[in-house]
């Protein structure tokens, strides 16, 4: 089974957050990495929603490191066969402040 993929206002914008990040601290060849290597791993989840671990707070909730600095969180809806993009997460930040 091949799953749509939703994106919530809140994943896109903090997809965005990241880019301009990149873009202030390296180039537009590293932000272009990143949104490939999104859209790879967007690929892997479509096809094999549970490949990521179980985020420890909440089981319904999954998340992949799409790089050293950047998680990305996601649910598995079954019941529409969807894939819901929560949030892209700085991993230098307080995950105390995490909020899903």
């Known amino acids: 089974m091949v799953y749509n993929v939703i994106w919530s ?21 590293e932000a272009s990495n990143f949104i490939s290597r999104t859209e790879e ?3 892997q989840i479509v ?5 990521f671990k179980e985020y ?14 950047t998680t990305m969180f996601y649910r ?3 019941n529409n066969s969807s894939i819901q993009i929560m949030l892209f ?7 105390q402040s995490l909020k899903l």
């Open 9 to 29: 206002e809140e994943a896109e914008s903090s997809f965005f957050l990241v880019i301009d990040d990149i873009l202030s601290r390296w180039s537009v060849r």
């Open 76 to 78: 598995v809806e079954e």
């Open 47 to 51: 096809i094999h929603p549970y490949i």
């Open 89 to 95: 997460w700085n991993s230098k930040r307080n995950p």
């Open 56 to 69: 420890e707070k909440d089981i319904s909730i999954r998340h992949g490191i799409l790089h050293k600095n």
């Open 41 to 43: 791993v967007i690929s």
